[in-house]
Nanobody
């Protein structure tokens, strides 16, 4: 079992920045592929970014590539999402997730075994 807790969400103006954190507890955090997803009201959960256990492989949704950066610090069991140049369309609840499966399909929510409770990000235009 892995427990995930997100933090760092809030209200920011368009063009601003936020850094989300996801702290993990439980079984070996460093062995999991970690991902960030977002869910806007009335919409399905969407992939944002993923990172493998060794930081050697990352993936991003086209909508955030070049603006968001995913990273992790296995020493403190924490996942990060640095979000720059935020847009109003980035407004959503952001979730971190963990999977013990392979890199194949990391963009799919169904591939993830554990989820946090989410943190709200609101970007005002």
């Amino acid at each position: 079992q892995v427990q995930l807790v997100e933090s760092g969400g809030g209200l920011v103006q368009a063009g601003g920045s936020l850094r989300l954190s996801c702290t993990a507890s439980g079984r070996a955090f460093s062995s999991y592929i970690m991902g960030w997803f977002l869910q806007a009201p009335g919409k399905e959960r969407e992939f944002v970014a993923a990172i493998n256990w060794s930081d050697s492989n990352t993936a991003y949704a086209l909508s955030v590539k070049g603006r968001f950066t995913i990273s992790r610090d296995n020493a403190v069991n924490t996942l990060y999402l640095q979000m720059n140049s935020l847009k109003s369309e980035d407004t959503a609840v952001y979730y971190c997730a963990a999977t013990g499966q392979t890199w194949i399909g990391v963009v799919l929510p169904t591939r993830y075994d554990y989820w946090g409770q989410g943190t709200q990000v609101t970007v005002s235009s």
